[in-house]
Protein backbone atom coordinates (compact mmCIF):
# COMPACT_ATOMS: atom_id res chain seq x y z
CA UNK A 1 0.00 0.00 0.00
CA UNK A 2 1.51 3.41 -1.20
CA UNK A 3 1.71 5.65 2.05
CA UNK A 4 1.67 9.22 -0.11
CA UNK A 5 -1.22 8.98 -2.77
CA UNK A 6 -0.75 10.65 -6.32
CA UNK A 7 -4.44 12.68 -5.91
CA UNK A 8 -5.06 15.76 -5.34
CA UNK A 9 -7.62 14.58 -2.52
CA UNK A 10 -4.47 13.60 -0.63
CA UNK A 11 -1.73 15.94 -2.02
CA UNK A 12 -3.52 19.40 -1.61
CA UNK A 13 -4.11 19.38 2.33
CA UNK A 14 -0.89 17.50 2.78
CA UNK A 15 0.88 20.28 0.70
CA UNK A 16 -0.94 23.02 3.11
CA UNK A 17 0.10 21.32 6.15
CA UNK A 18 3.79 21.08 5.10
CA UNK A 19 3.43 24.87 4.32
CA UNK A 20 2.61 25.32 8.06
CA UNK A 21 5.84 22.96 9.28
CA UNK A 22 7.88 24.90 6.85
CA UNK A 23 6.44 28.49 7.89
CA UNK A 24 7.00 27.77 11.30
CA UNK A 25 10.50 26.25 10.65
CA UNK A 26 11.06 30.05 9.03
CA UNK A 27 9.32 31.53 12.39
CA UNK A 28 11.77 29.34 14.92
CA UNK A 29 15.03 30.21 12.65
CA UNK A 30 14.05 34.17 12.91
CA UNK A 31 13.45 34.29 16.62
CA UNK A 32 17.06 32.80 17.35
CA UNK A 33 18.28 36.25 16.74
CA UNK A 34 15.44 38.77 16.40
CA UNK A 35 12.30 39.60 18.03
CA UNK A 36 9.83 36.81 17.32
CA UNK A 37 7.03 37.51 14.70
CA UNK A 38 3.55 36.10 16.03
CA UNK A 39 1.97 37.03 12.80
CA UNK A 40 4.25 33.83 11.20
CA UNK A 41 2.95 31.28 14.01
CA UNK A 42 -0.48 32.83 13.14
CA UNK A 43 -0.03 31.85 9.49
CA UNK A 44 1.68 28.63 10.04
CA UNK A 45 -1.82 27.40 12.07
CA UNK A 46 -3.90 29.12 9.54
CA UNK A 47 -2.15 26.70 6.78
CA UNK A 48 -2.65 23.52 9.45
CA UNK A 49 -6.37 24.69 9.82
CA UNK A 50 -6.63 25.15 6.15
CA UNK A 51 -5.27 21.56 5.28
CA UNK A 52 -7.79 20.37 7.99
CA UNK A 53 -11.14 22.09 5.92
CA UNK A 54 -9.81 21.01 2.73
CA UNK A 55 -9.84 17.19 4.67
CA UNK A 56 -12.85 17.25 5.87
CA UNK A 57 -15.18 18.85 3.18
CA UNK A 58 -13.08 17.74 -0.11
CA UNK A 59 -10.75 14.81 0.83
CA UNK A 60 -12.30 12.25 3.22
CA UNK A 61 -15.00 9.97 2.08
CA UNK A 62 -17.12 10.88 5.15
CA UNK A 63 -19.71 7.15 5.15
CA UNK A 64 -16.68 5.36 3.90
CA UNK A 65 -13.90 6.69 6.99
CA UNK A 66 -17.25 6.20 9.65
CA UNK A 67 -17.37 2.51 7.96
CA UNK A 68 -14.01 1.77 8.16
CA UNK A 69 -13.42 3.14 12.06
CA UNK A 70 -16.19 0.12 12.93
CA UNK A 71 -14.69 -2.54 10.22
CA UNK A 72 -11.48 -1.92 12.54
CA UNK A 73 -13.05 -1.83 16.34
CA UNK A 74 -12.93 -5.53 17.91
CA UNK A 75 -14.88 -3.92 20.65
CA UNK A 76 -17.99 -3.40 18.14
CA UNK A 77 -19.52 -0.80 20.17
CA UNK A 78 -21.25 0.92 17.26
CA UNK A 79 -18.15 4.33 16.74
CA UNK A 80 -19.25 7.08 15.05
CA UNK A 81 -16.30 7.92 12.72
CA UNK A 82 -18.10 10.93 11.99
CA UNK A 83 -17.80 12.56 14.94
CA UNK A 84 -13.73 12.11 14.89
CA UNK A 85 -14.00 13.92 11.59
CA UNK A 86 -15.86 16.75 13.10
CA UNK A 87 -14.51 17.65 16.30
CA UNK A 88 -10.89 17.13 15.10
CA UNK A 89 -12.14 20.05 12.35
CA UNK A 90 -13.75 22.09 14.78
CA UNK A 91 -10.58 21.36 17.74
CA UNK A 92 -8.19 22.65 14.80
CA UNK A 93 -10.50 25.71 14.24
CA UNK A 94 -10.47 26.85 18.02
CA UNK A 95 -6.86 26.04 18.23
CA UNK A 96 -6.15 28.56 15.87
CA UNK A 97 -8.32 31.20 17.74
CA UNK A 98 -6.51 30.00 20.94
CA UNK A 99 -3.11 31.13 19.03
CA UNK A 100 -4.16 34.76 18.33
CA UNK A 101 -6.33 34.98 21.92
CA UNK A 102 -3.72 33.72 24.06
CA UNK A 103 -0.99 36.56 22.67
CA UNK A 104 -3.56 39.44 23.86
CA UNK A 105 -5.01 37.42 27.01
CA UNK A 106 -3.20 34.85 28.90
CA UNK A 107 -6.40 33.38 30.48
CA UNK A 108 -8.74 33.81 27.73
CA UNK A 109 -6.31 32.14 25.15
CA UNK A 110 -5.75 29.30 27.87
CA UNK A 111 -9.31 28.76 28.42
CA UNK A 112 -10.01 28.73 24.51
CA UNK A 113 -7.23 26.21 24.37
CA UNK A 114 -9.28 23.94 27.18
CA UNK A 115 -12.24 23.86 24.96
CA UNK A 116 -9.69 22.90 21.97
CA UNK A 117 -8.86 20.09 24.30
CA UNK A 118 -12.30 18.89 25.09
CA UNK A 119 -13.02 19.08 21.08
CA UNK A 120 -10.00 16.29 20.89
CA UNK A 121 -11.11 14.34 23.54
CA UNK A 122 -15.14 14.70 21.86
CA UNK A 123 -13.62 13.73 18.59
CA UNK A 124 -11.63 10.63 19.95
CA UNK A 125 -15.12 9.25 21.33
CA UNK A 126 -15.70 9.17 17.78
CA UNK A 127 -12.73 6.21 17.33
CA UNK A 128 -12.37 4.56 20.50
CA UNK A 129 -14.84 3.73 23.52
CA UNK A 130 -13.75 6.18 26.32
CA UNK A 131 -15.62 4.35 28.91
CA UNK A 132 -13.98 2.00 31.21
CA UNK A 133 -17.20 -0.08 31.77
CA UNK A 134 -17.62 -0.28 28.08
CA UNK A 135 -14.18 -1.28 27.62
CA UNK A 136 -14.16 -4.19 30.68
CA UNK A 137 -17.27 -5.77 29.50
CA UNK A 138 -16.37 -5.34 25.95
CA UNK A 139 -13.89 -8.66 26.19
CA UNK A 140 -10.95 -6.68 24.21
CA UNK A 141 -8.79 -7.14 26.86
CA UNK A 142 -5.85 -5.89 25.00
CA UNK A 143 -7.60 -2.59 25.30
CA UNK A 144 -8.91 -2.77 29.05
CA UNK A 145 -4.65 -3.57 30.04
CA UNK A 146 -3.69 -0.38 27.81
CA UNK A 147 -6.27 1.54 29.31
CA UNK A 148 -5.51 0.67 32.34
CA UNK A 149 -2.16 1.37 32.30
CA UNK A 150 -2.13 4.58 30.25
CA UNK A 151 -4.29 5.79 32.96
CA UNK A 152 -1.80 5.24 36.08
CA UNK A 153 1.18 6.49 33.75
CA UNK A 154 -0.55 9.81 32.74
CA UNK A 155 -2.00 10.62 36.23
CA UNK A 156 1.23 9.82 37.87
CA UNK A 157 2.99 12.04 34.85
CA UNK A 158 0.60 14.92 35.50
CA UNK A 159 1.00 15.24 38.77
CA UNK A 160 5.15 15.42 39.06
CA UNK A 161 5.09 17.44 36.50
CA UNK A 162 2.75 19.73 38.11
CA UNK A 163 4.17 19.92 41.29
CA UNK A 164 8.02 19.77 40.40
CA UNK A 165 8.23 22.20 37.39
CA UNK A 166 4.95 24.70 37.43
CA UNK A 167 3.14 24.64 40.85
CA UNK A 168 4.60 27.83 42.73
CA UNK A 169 1.70 28.95 44.77
CA UNK A 170 -1.83 29.98 44.39
CA UNK A 171 -1.60 31.76 41.06
CA UNK A 172 -0.27 28.55 39.51
CA UNK A 173 -3.16 26.63 40.33
CA UNK A 174 -5.41 28.61 37.79
CA UNK A 175 -4.07 25.89 35.02
CA UNK A 176 -5.08 23.15 37.15
CA UNK A 177 -8.22 22.52 34.69
CA UNK A 178 -6.33 22.56 31.74
CA UNK A 179 -3.35 20.44 32.79
CA UNK A 180 -6.18 17.86 34.08
CA UNK A 181 -7.36 17.75 30.47
CA UNK A 182 -4.37 18.03 28.54
CA UNK A 183 -3.38 14.76 30.52
CA UNK A 184 -7.21 12.99 29.83
CA UNK A 185 -6.41 13.76 25.90
CA UNK A 186 -3.44 12.22 25.85
CA UNK A 187 -4.01 9.55 27.73
CA UNK A 188 -7.27 8.68 24.97
CA UNK A 189 -4.84 8.74 21.87
CA UNK A 190 -2.42 5.83 23.66
CA UNK A 191 -5.95 3.38 22.76
CA UNK A 192 -4.66 3.85 19.27
CA UNK A 193 -1.51 1.38 20.47
CA UNK A 194 -4.02 -2.13 20.33
CA UNK A 195 -6.22 -0.78 17.11
CA UNK A 196 -3.68 -2.78 14.82
CA UNK A 197 -6.19 -3.26 11.93
CA UNK A 198 -5.84 0.51 11.17
CA UNK A 199 -3.20 2.33 9.50
CA UNK A 200 -0.52 3.11 11.66
CA UNK A 201 0.15 6.66 10.93
CA UNK A 202 -3.75 7.22 11.54
CA UNK A 203 -3.01 5.46 14.95
CA UNK A 204 0.72 7.03 15.64
CA UNK A 205 0.28 10.64 14.69
CA UNK A 206 -2.21 11.68 17.46
CA UNK A 207 0.24 9.47 20.11
CA UNK A 208 2.94 11.11 18.45
CA UNK A 209 1.27 14.69 18.45
CA UNK A 210 -0.60 14.57 21.91
CA UNK A 211 2.72 13.80 23.72
CA UNK A 212 4.31 16.68 22.11
CA UNK A 213 1.39 19.27 22.88
CA UNK A 214 1.71 18.23 26.40
CA UNK A 215 6.09 18.74 26.29
CA UNK A 216 5.44 22.44 24.94
CA UNK A 217 2.73 23.17 27.41
CA UNK A 218 4.34 21.55 30.10
CA UNK A 219 7.19 24.45 28.66
CA UNK A 220 4.68 26.81 28.41
CA UNK A 221 3.75 26.10 32.48
CA UNK A 222 7.22 26.11 33.92
CA UNK A 223 7.91 29.00 32.08
CA UNK A 224 5.81 31.40 33.10
CA UNK A 225 4.72 29.44 36.80
CA UNK A 226 7.92 27.47 37.58
CA UNK A 227 10.29 28.62 40.45
CA UNK A 228 13.39 28.46 38.01
CA UNK A 229 14.39 29.53 34.50
CA UNK A 230 13.30 27.66 31.76
CA UNK A 231 16.70 27.39 28.95
CA UNK A 232 15.23 30.14 26.13
CA UNK A 233 16.14 28.02 23.66
CA UNK A 234 13.08 25.76 24.67
CA UNK A 235 10.79 28.22 25.10
CA UNK A 236 11.39 29.17 21.01
CA UNK A 237 10.78 25.94 20.27
CA UNK A 238 7.07 26.20 22.11
CA UNK A 239 5.19 27.12 18.81
CA UNK A 240 7.42 24.78 16.57
CA UNK A 241 6.45 21.60 18.79
CA UNK A 242 2.73 22.87 18.62
CA UNK A 243 2.47 23.02 14.95
CA UNK A 244 4.05 20.09 14.85
CA UNK A 245 1.16 18.74 16.81
CA UNK A 246 -1.80 19.92 15.21
CA UNK A 247 -0.30 18.71 11.49
CA UNK A 248 0.29 15.37 12.76
CA UNK A 249 -3.50 15.44 14.82
CA UNK A 250 -5.22 16.43 11.41
CA UNK A 251 -3.01 14.77 8.67
CA UNK A 252 -3.72 11.18 10.41
CA UNK A 253 -6.84 11.07 8.96
CA UNK A 254 -5.45 11.19 5.25
CA UNK A 255 -3.90 8.12 6.26
CA UNK A 256 -6.88 6.39 7.20
CA UNK A 257 -9.51 7.43 4.47
CA UNK A 258 -10.81 6.44 2.24
CA UNK A 259 -10.72 9.08 -0.25
CA UNK A 260 -13.18 10.35 -1.74
CA UNK A 261 -13.03 9.23 -5.64
CA UNK A 262 -14.64 12.24 -7.82
Sequence with gaps: MAIFKTSSRFTLPFLLGIAGLVTIIIS?????????IIE????????????????????????????????TDPVNTDLDGRKFLNWMTIAMIIGLA???????SFEIGMGSYLLM?????????????LRMSTIKNSGFGTLKKAATRSIIFWIT?????????????VDSLIVVPYVIAIGIMTHYTWYGLVYSKRNKFFRWFPIIAS?????SDSLI??????????????????????????????????????????
Design 28 to 36: TIIILNNPK
Design 40 to 71: ITWLASLFIVSGTLVIRFYSIDVDGFAATINQ
Design 98 to 104: ATIIIHY
Design 117 to 129: QVALIKSFSGIFP
Design 157 to 169: TVILIYTIFIYSG
Design 211 to 215: GMFFF
Design 221 to 262: GADLFGSFDVNIYLVHIIDLTYVFNIFLMSQAMLFQGPLKEK
